[in-house]
């Protein structure tokens, strides 16, 4: 089956601090693509940052980066320096490389709290 | 345009009556996805154009929902006899390739069927 999980509801963080986002997911296909969505409440996903399966280096995207275990089946997202805009909903997701839709795989998410 | 763009914002219908939402994607781009958000739920993939033509409606629920894109631009999604359960967010998003690099979203529109 096809499935990512994420594990915490909600997540609270302090301005300035750092925050990480766990994700794991479950696919028998090595060719994949995963992604981070932020989905604030004006409803609309945002692209954080996305991670080609095939390689080893995790991505970064400001203060945003990556931890991707291929092995383990996790991608989890740290925030750095955390800002009042960066609460949201965010969500992991992915999507085989080998598709020829290009359809993605959602997590239930994650509601990231940001205290001043 | 310069984003996705998805009307109405908000839609409240009475159960059994038929309802169309409308997105209009990036211009130029060619793959086009709908999906539907229930509350405090990850999106879930419904049908996806590529062009004109749908070349996966594998997410559709049943024969109640139905979708176009005759001009590969603006797509419809159409949603008849409503019901209850059918009460979600419905996501638009268009890509220029596949959605390996991720896609464009549109706000949604947020329907509600009472």
């Known amino acids: 089956a096809q499935t990512v999980t994420q594990s915490q509801p909600e997540m609270s963080v302090q301005e300035a601090e750092t925050v990480t986002l766990s994700c794991t997911y479950d696919?028998?296909?090595?060719?994949?693509?995963l992604f981070w969505y932020k989905q604030p409440p004006s409803r609309q996903m945002i692209l954080v940052i996305r991670?080609?399966?095939?390689?080893?280096q995790n991505a970064t995207e400001n203060r945003f980066s990556v931890n991707f275990q291929k092995a383990a089946k996790s991608f989890s997202l740290k925030i750095s320096d955390s800002q009042l805009g960066d609460a949201a909903m965010y969500f992991c997701?992915?999507?085989?490389?080998?598709?020829?839709?290009?359809?993605?795989?959602f997590g239930q998410g994650t509601t990231l709290q940001v205290k001043p | 345009g310069a984003g996705v763009s998805q009307t109405p914002s908000n839609k409240v219908t009475e159960k059994g009556k038929y309802v169309e939402l409308r997105c209009d994607p990036i211009?130029?781009?060619?793959?086009l996805y709908w999906y539907r958000q229930s509350l405090g739920q990850g999106p879930e993939f419904l049908i996806y154009?590529?062009?004109?033509?749908?070349?996966?409606d594998s997410g559709l629920p049943n024969d109640r929902f139905f979708a176009v894109r005759p001009e590969g631009s603006v797509s419809t999604l159409k949603i008849q006899r409503t019901e209850r359960g059918d009460s979600a967010v419905y996501l638009c998003?268009?890509?220029?390739?596949?959605?390996?690099?991720?896609?464009?979203f549109g706000s949604g529109t947020r329907l509600t069927v009472v």
């Open positions: 998003a268009s890509s220029s390739d596949r959605g390996t690099y991720g896609y464009t």
């Open positions: 696919t028998s296909e090595s060719d994949y693509y």
């Open positions: 991670q080609e399966a095939y390689k080893q």
């Open positions: 997701a992915f999507t085989h490389g080998s598709s020829n839709t290009g359809k993605l795989i």
């Open positions: 211009s130029g781009h060619t793959a």
């Open positions: 154009f590529q062009g004109t033509g749908a070349a996966d």
